[in-house]
C-alpha cells in the first residue's frame, strides 16, 4: 500500500450502528466511560481526566487519514436511538500495507454484540475500501472479552510476548491476533 486510499463518505451504518466522525457534543459521554478504571484497565493509561478527554475528542473530530502512522477514530451509536457508545481505531502502520484496530465501550454497550459488529465495519473498511493486507489487534493477554471478540471477527492468534509491556505497575503479556486481506475474504459471511 504505497499511496493512500481516501476514506469511503462517513458515516458508515451497518445493520444497528452508525459509525461517525466524532463531535464536541460526544465529550461527556466519552468522558463518562473513559473516566473509568473498569474502562483503563486494559489501555496503557490511567483513566482519563476531563482535560485529556477534551483532547482526545478533538483529536478524534479532526484526524486525517493520509499517510502512515494516521488514525482513523470514529464514533459508534445505535442506528435507532443517537448517543454514544464506544469508539473504533484503526492505525495505518508503518510498511506494507497493515494497520491495527482496536476498541472501547461504554459499560453498557458491553455484551451486546456492538463491538462486534463496529470492528467488523471497520475491518471491511480496512481491507475493501482502504486496501490494507493485514489488520491486527494487540491486547492485554488478561482481557479475555476482547479475544474473544478477535476470535469472532475471524482474526487468529499469531503470538504471546510474555512481561511486553510495564504499565500500571506490572508486566502485561501481549497476545496479538490478526488477519489477512486473502482471509477476510475466504472468510465466510457473518
Known amino acids: 500500500m504505497t499511496e493512500p486510499k481516501p476514506l469511503p463518505q462517513l458515516p458508515l451504518r451497518t445493520e444497528q450502528l452508525v459509525l461517525r466522525r466524532f463531535e464536541a457534543s460526544d465529550l461527556e459521554a466519552f468522558h463518562a466511560y473513559h473516566s473509568l478504571p473498569e474502562t483503563a484497565?486494559?489501555?496503557?493509561?490511567?483513566?482519563?481526566?476531563?482535560s485529556q478527554s477534551m483532547e482526545t475528542?478533538?483529536?478524534?473530530?479532526?484526524f486525517e487519514f493520509e499517510k502512515e502512522g494516521d488514525w482513523v477514530a470514529l464514533a459508534i451509536e445505535a442506528a435507532d436511538s443517537p448517543g454514544l457508545l464506544g469508539e473504533v481505531v484503526l492505525k495505518w502502520l508503518e510498511g506494507?500495507?497493515?494497520?491495527?484496530?482496536?476498541?472501547?465501550?461504554a459499560p453498557e454497550a458491553r455484551g451486546r454484540g456492538v463491538?462486534?459488529?463496529a470492528a467488523r465495519a471497520l475491518l471491511k473498511l480496512g481491507f475493501e475500501d482502504l486496501g490494507f493486507h493485514r489488520i491486527d489487534a494487540k491486547l492485554d493477554a488478561l482481557n479475555t472479552a476482547s479475544a474473544a471478540l478477535c476470535e469472532r471477527l475471524g482474526m487468529r492468534l499469531e503470538s504471546r510476548q510474555v512481561d511486553k509491556w510495564h504499565y500500571k505497575g506490572e508486566w502485561a503479556t501481549e497476545v496479538v491476533y490478526a488477519i489477512l486481506e486473502d482471509e477476510w475474504k475466504a472468510r465466510k459471511p457473518a
Do not use: D, H, M
Open 115 to 117: 463491538a462486534t459488529e
Open 57 to 62: 475528542v478533538g483529536r478524534y473530530a479532526n
Open 41 to 50: 484497565r486494559f489501555l496503557p493509561r490511567e483513566a482519563k481526566s476531563l
Open 96 to 105: 506494507c500495507g497493515q494497520a491495527e484496530i482496536g476498541w472501547s465501550l
